[in-house]
């Protein structure tokens, strides 16, 4: 990353991994929460965790991370 800090996918669960996966491939929250069958408010948590925990600022950042992570 530009500040030197080096950040791995490692720390995320497998569902903020599925969730980032989903994003990067241009879902809503909406449409990620109806593909898992789960609320669109658990999914915004999800995306919260995922931008604390890959320390990228907002969701075009976060779909950066997952492509040079290999996640996409």
């Known amino acids: 990353m530009a500040d030197g800090v080096s950040v791995s996918i490692e720390g995320l669960t497998n569902r903020e991994s599925e969730i980032l996966r989903a994003i990067a491939q241009g ?18 948590r999800h995306i919260d965790h995922i931008r604390l925990k890959t ?6 950042h976060m779909v950066a991370f997952a492509i040079a992570n290999g996640l996409v």
């Open 27 to 44: 879902l809503s929250a909406k449409e990620v929460a109806k593909q898992l069958n789960i609320a669109p408010r658990t999914v915004e």
């Open 55 to 60: 320390r990228t600022r907002n969701r075009s």
